[in-house]
């Protein structure tokens, strides 16, 4: 492999950061998670062959490790305030009602719904990377999704706008 490690990191790490993020939902936590498994990926990089997808699998198998050594109590918090002359893109609002919402599922849901929907992994793959049956990850993704429609209504209907446009 012609790239070294330290390229790799410098390459890749915004965009694996911000799939730690969505595993997560916490910005330090996510960088604890990332940090993680890039110690583990240059551990063994000589015989990495696909260094991207080792990084996220070593991710995935952390937070589940994470998951059944201890059993994080998540906290709410109250949605941001505006102040007066914010001026924020239909985008930037759908991102962070997004992100609320996803604070809200179990850590379980919330990994299978990034999973299946942000890397675009088929059910028997997420049930590979969380170590689980096919029949866990399709009740975690209809309980995450039921959660999800309950939780903001209003995701549903921008998503449906923003896809029609």
């Known amino acids: 492999m012609a790239e070294t490690f330290h390229d790799f990191v410098v390459q890749r790490s915004a965009a694996l950061s911000r799939r730690a993020y969505l595993l997560t939902g916490d910005h330090q936590l996510a960088e604890d998670l990332l940090q993680n498994a890039l110690a583990r990926t240059y551990r063994h990089w000589r015989r990495i062959t696909d260094p991207e ?3 996220r699998r070593a991710m995935y198998h952390q937070q589940v490790t994470w998951w059944r050594r201890r059993r994080l109590v998540e906290r709410l918090e109250s949605e941001p305030t505006e102040q007066p002359g914010d001026d924020h893109s239909d ?8 992100a609320a919402a996803l604070r809200q599922l179990t850590a379980r849901q919330r990994a299978v719904v990034v999973l299946r929907f942000y890397e675009d992994l088929t059910e028997a793959q997420v049930a590979e990377v969380l170590g689980c049956s096919v029949g866990t990850v399709k009740r975690h993704g209809y309980d995450a999704i039921r959660r999800l429609r309950a939780i903001a209504p209003d995701l549903v209907d921008r998503t449906t706008e923003r896809s029609a446009r």
């Open 53 to 55: 997808a080792y990084v």
């Open 91 to 98: 985008t930037t609002a759908l991102r962070l009602t997004l």
